[in-house]
């Protein structure tokens, strides 16, 4: 089955600075998606992107679908970006809804 | 706007007891699905729907059932609960993108 690889695995970054998170997978996708789960353990829908560039405030990501790769981009960073960063993938081009999770980035972020 | 609602938020069950994992969404979405997390880990698929009567099997879905009556409600049955269906459970909809519930953390002893 399809391998998804987040980097790294955990990171720390002082309040203000910048991050990108990056998301491999080991074949074709035709679904994308980054999430954050917060301390409280809910998972947030950050961003849909098989494909291309989105922004969201002070978010975005960029996905190479023919690189098999996407970056999760954070600037001016919060406290409360803090949690776990996952991205998931829905494998090849049919018709499925199975989304495979890579491990995660764990994000910590001091004040 | 509910959007996916799961119930209970926390269960403690006894090895051996059975319990439903309520998950309700309010999109009309045709695709459901449940994971589980444990600790440390991402997702993992146990069952899914693409629609009221059909259901499949996710990537981890035994000691679990599933059936879908309507399109709204997407059950999750644990029949005979073993300590290692401790976990925390998660209801998704919808297909790109899918949306998820807040979890059920469910605890067996």
């Known amino acids: 089955g399809i391998q998804v690889e987040q980097s790294p695995p955990d990171l720390i970054l002082q309040e203000g600075a910048n991050s990108t998170l990056r998301c491999n997978f080991s074949d074709s996708v035709n679904n994308l998606q980054w999430f954050h789960q917060n301390p409280w353990g809910q998972l947030i829908n950050l961003f849909y992107?098989?494909?291309g560039t989105k922004q969201n405030g002070r978010l975005s990501a960029t996905t190479v679908a023919t690189e098999r790769y996407s970056l999760l981009y954070i600037s001016s960073s919060q406290t409360t970006d803090s949690g776990v960063y996952f991205c998931a993938v829905v494998h090849g081009s049919g018709n499925t809804g199975k989304l495979i999770f890579g491990q995660g980035t764990t994000l910590q972020v001091k004040p | 706007n509910a959007g996916v609602t799961q119930t209970p938020k926390f269960q403690v069950l006894k090895t051996g007891q059975s319990m439903t994992l309520q998950c309700a969404q309010d999109m009309n979405h045709e695709y459901m699905s449940w994971y589980r997390q444990d600790p440390g880990m991402g997702l993992r698929l146990i069952h899914y729907?693409?629609?009221?009567?059909?259901?499949d099997q996710g990537e981890v879905p035994n000691g679990y059932n599933v059936s879908r009556s309507t399109t709204e409600d997407f059950p999750l049955r644990l029949l005979s609960a073993a300590p290692s269906q401790t976990s925390v459970y998660f209801c998704a909809s919808g297909y790109q993108p899918q949306h998820f519930g807040d979890g059920t953390r469910l605890s067996i002893l």
């Open positions: 992107i098989p494909s």
């Open positions: 729907s693409v629609g009221a009567g059909i259901t």
